[in-house]
């Protein structure tokens, strides 16, 4: 696959950060061409209007969570022990993008509602791949997405024991297979 246009990178990634920081109405397309150090016709020329933009946003955190997919299937603690530990994570692009598309989401923008919905499905399918259990996949799915909001919050560390998290679901396993 081709490596995405520099200018679209920036462009993006500058759209992430305004909604992020200040609201998708702040995200103006003549913001991000100066946030991106693009000229809007430059911006223009990749996304012709702001649904463009906010679609790209969204293919941009699809191709994102396939790496992320890569790094939680090869985690040597397993699927469910990374989507644990990577929920209380906001430092990088992964983070700062998928907290913009939740914005938008938010304010009701379908496409980011559907990748969302998508990334819910990729870590539910990862988790319960490790681990075979649907029912106990879709609840460490839903304690990362409670780490995730209590790091939103905070916008930091949680005090949460992850390690004592991801023991009690092996114990939560370990009890069920013996019914």
Do not use: C
């Not at 061409?33 to 790209?56: N, P, T, V």
């Not at 790094?71 to 603690?77: F, H, S, Y």
């Amino acid at each position: 696959m081709a490596r995405p246009p520099v200018a679209r990178i920036k462009a993006l990634t500058a759209f992430a950060r305004l909604v992020v920081t200040g609201g998708e109405r702040g995200a103006t397309l003549d913001a991000v061409a100066h946030h991106a150090g693009i000229s809007k016709g430059g911006l223009l020329y990749h996304f012709g209007s702001r649904d463009e933009l906010i679609s790209g946003l969204a293919d941009y955190l699809r191709s994102l969570l396939v790496k992320d997919l890569e790094a939680m299937r090869a985690d040597p603690a397993g699927a469910a022990a990374y989507l644990l530990r990577t929920s209380a994570e906001f430092d990088d692009e992964f983070a700062e993008t998928y907290i913009a598309v939740v914005t938008l989401a938010q304010a009701g923008h379908a496409t980011a509602n559907q990748v969302l919905a998508e990334a819910d499905e990729a870590w539910y399918q990862a988790v319960k791949d490790e681990i075979g259990d649907e029912q106990v996949a879709r609840l460490v799915v839903l304690v990362s997405d409670g780490i995730y909001a209590h790091a939103a919050v905070r916008r930091g560390p949680t005090g949460h024991n992850i390690e004592a998290l991801h023991h009690l679901i092996h114990t939560l396993l370990t009890t069920r297979e013996k019914q």
